[in-house]
């Protein structure tokens, strides 16, 4: 059974950073895998945040957090992370961990994942 568990919310103050951590289980073809990172915002879709291959290599931002956040991965503790620097009031969400299990052509849709995780909330404050 494939298992996605995030991990690292919390609040923290505009400017401030969060690390947020998700561990992958029960899939054996990590190296594979495009991981991504997700967040949603109350009332509001979900929206791609940053991806990464399993094996290293690409990554992918959407422009609102290019340059503030980056997104890592480890292979043999198969977790990816997203380092979240300059935090502003906007990036208030919850954020989750999704896995595309093929060739995902566009790794910021939701559409390209096929497994999630049950989110971490992430606050900023004034």
């Known amino acids: 059974q494939v298992q996605l568990a995030e991990s690292g919310g919390g609040s923290a103050q505009a400017g401030g950073s969060l690390r947020l951590s998700c561990v992958v289980s029960?899939?054996?073809?990590?190296?594979?895998?495009?991981l991504g990172w997700f967040r949603q915002a109350p009332g509001k879709e979900r929206e791609g945040v940053a991806a990464?291959?399993?094996?290293?290599?690409?990554?992918y931002y959407a422009e609102t957090v290019k340059g503030r956040f980056t997104i890592s991965q480890d292979n043999d503790k198969m977790t990816v992370y997203l380092q979240m620097d300059s935090l502003e009031l906007e990036d208030t969400a919850t954020y989750y961990c999704?896995?595309?299990?093929?060739?995902?052509?566009?790794?910021?849709?939701?559409?390209?994942?096929?497994?999630w995780g049950q989110g971490t909330q992430v606050t900023v404050q004034a």
């Open positions: 029960g899939y054996p073809y990590y190296n594979a895998a495009c």
């Open positions: 999704g896995l595309s299990s093929g060739y995902a052509r566009w790794p910021l849709r939701t559409t390209e994942y096929d497994y």
């Open positions: 990464i291959y399993g094996g290293g290599g690409s990554t």
